[in-house]
Nanobody, 129 residues
């Protein structure tokens, strides 16, 4: 399994921006679909965004579409989540996730935490009003 380490979280005012990074270990990063999930206090972990192995296709939860952008740099073994126009409802611990896949077609349906086998430790994002 790949090891994942998130960074970039913090406190930001509503309307502001943050960029999260997730660094992965190993030499097979390009064989993994990558995703971002978040979990607010008292709530279940929910899907935010995912990208295919190449990074050419991306998928988003309706709640973040148009505000968040997932991208990856396979040369750096890193996936990013650019978050703009942040709202207090975006406050949560954000987790990076990875799953080795054979077909990029499956990434479109990978919106459940159980679809991913490797997880980072999470990074806190707090948006103040």
């Amino acid at each position: 399994q790949v090891q994942l380490v998130e960074s970039g979280g913090g406190l930001v005012q509503a309307g502001g921006s943050l960029r999260l990074s997730c660094a992965a270990s190993g030499r097979t990063f390009s064989s993994y679909a990558m995703g971002w999930f978040r979990q607010a206090p008292g709530k279940e972990r929910e899907f935010v965004a995912a990208t295919t192995r190449s990074g050419l296709r991306t998928f988003y939860a309706d709640s973040v579409k148009g505000r968040f952008t997932i991208s990856r740099d396979n040369a750096k073994n890193t996936v990013y989540l650019q978050m703009n126009s942040l709202k207090p409802d975006d406050t949560a611990v954000y987790y990076c996730a990875a799953e080795q896949i054979m077909s990029e077609i499956t990434v479109a349906t990978m919106t459940d935490p159980g679809d991913f086998g490797s997880w980072g430790q999470g990074t806190q994002v707090t948006v103040s009003s």
